[in-house]
Nanobody, 115 residues
Framework: QVQLQESGPGLVKSSQTLSLTCSVS??????????WSWIRQPPGKGLEWIGY???????YYSPSLKSRTTISRDTSKNQFTLQLSSVTPEDTAVYYCTRGVGDYWGQGTQVTVSS
């Protein structure tokens, strides 16, 4: 059973960088052919895919967020991390980490960006 758990600050100031970590248990983030995603849901809106990092370490991002997004990993800790720079209140959302397109999900973490 794969389990994912998001962690990070729940409040970030505008213009700062949002950083979240997803800790994975029950499976290795380096196992092919899996990839590991970040998805968010702003209040009152639908799910938005942010990007993913593949088992190989390659990362891919949503075109709309690419300029501000970095997804990296620490294989020794079996964790992957989201960094979103220059945040605004529009980045306020519940952030989820998932395996692939969502066969496994973390519980989600609320991030609020203050103006």
């Amino acid at each position: 059973q794969v389990q994912l758990q998001e962690s990070g600050p729940g409040l970030v100031k505008s213009s700062q960088t949002l950083s979240l970590t997803c800790s994975v248990s029950g499976g290795s983030i380096t196992t092919s052919p899996y990839y590991w995603s970040w998805i968010r849901q702003p209040p009152g809106k639908g799910l938005e895919w942010i990007g993913y990092i593949a088992w190989s370490g390659s990362a891919y991002y949503s075109p709309s967020l690419k300029s501000r997004t970095t997804i990296s990993r620490d294989t020794s800790k079996n964790q992957f991390t989201l960094q979103l720079s220059s945040v605004t209140p529009e980045d306020t959302a519940v952030y989820y980490c998932t395996r692939g397109v969502g066969d496994y999900w973390g519980q989600g973490t609320q991030v609020t960006v203050s103006s």
